[in-house]
Every structure is written in structure tokens, then in C-alpha cells.
């Protein structure tokens, strides 16, 4: 990879001892094309997600408030934790795994969200 002034100008590929193909020699059609793509299938799994995220950014900047940024974070963390582990009905091990971080972050994070997590004993007796 070749820089100048901190840009990137250009990566230099051997084709013939490294046949391997970089999206910047694809046509623009064909890189447009899977651009657009990916863009549907990011808004046919989340577009239900934006407008609430806009309706909540919109009533956030209607009452003027000045720490946008962590209100936004805190409300979208608060509900992906609140989600898995509702989902794995409590099961902080499974619950970090399938987030991708440790037992230790989703207790610390939990708590700075104030989310409880409740247990509920059943009689089967």
C-alpha cells in the first residue's frame, strides 16, 4: 500500500503469484450494485428501528438537549441488553456471549442501565 500525506493512493497486488481481485477494480455498476444490496438488507433486518430512533431524536432535540449522543447510546444499549436477556430468559453467560463481550461488561453495564434482571421460583409441586 502506497501513502502520501496520510492518504492512501493506491494497493499494489501481484496478480499472478496473488490472483486476488479488490472491489476498487469491480466496474461501478457491480460495486453500486452490491452497495445497494447490503443497504436493503440492512433496512428489510432494521428499518423497523430507525423511526424509533429518529422519533426519539426528535423528541430529545424538541426538548433541547445537550448530551444527544449518550441519551441515544443509552437508550439503544438499554434495549439490545434488555433484549438478550429476556431472551435467554436471565442467562448472563449465554447473554454475553451472543453480545460478544464478557459476564463481567453485561453486569457492570446492567447496572449502569439500571436493568434488573428477576427471578422468579416456580412450585411444580
Excluded: W
Amino acid at each position: 500500500m502506497t501513502q502520501k500525506n496520510g492518504e492512501t493512493i493506491c494497493v499494489e497486488v501481484n496478480v499472478e503469484t496473488n490472483p486476488v481481485r479488490l472491489p476498487t477494480s469491480l466496474p461501478d455498476e457491480i460495486r453500486s450494485r452490491s452497495r445497494g444490496r447490503a443497504q436493503d438488507q440492512f433496512n428489510e433486518t432494521f428499518g423497523h428501528l430507525n423511526g424509533n430512533l429518529e422519533r426519539l431524536m426528535d423528541a430529545r432535540l424538541k426538548a433541547k438537549t445537550d448530551d444527544l449522543y449518550a441519551e441515544i447510546l443509552s437508550a439503544t444499549e438499554t434495549y439490545l441488553l434488555s433484549r438478550v436477556l429476556k431472551l435467554t430468559r436471565g442467562n448472563l453467560s449465554q447473554a454475553a456471549r451472543i453480545l460478544g463481550i464478557t459476564r463481567g461488561s453485561l453486569r457492570y453495564k446492567s447496572c449502569a442501565l439500571n436493568i434488573r434482571i428477576e427471578y422468579h421460583c416456580v412450585d411444580r409441586g
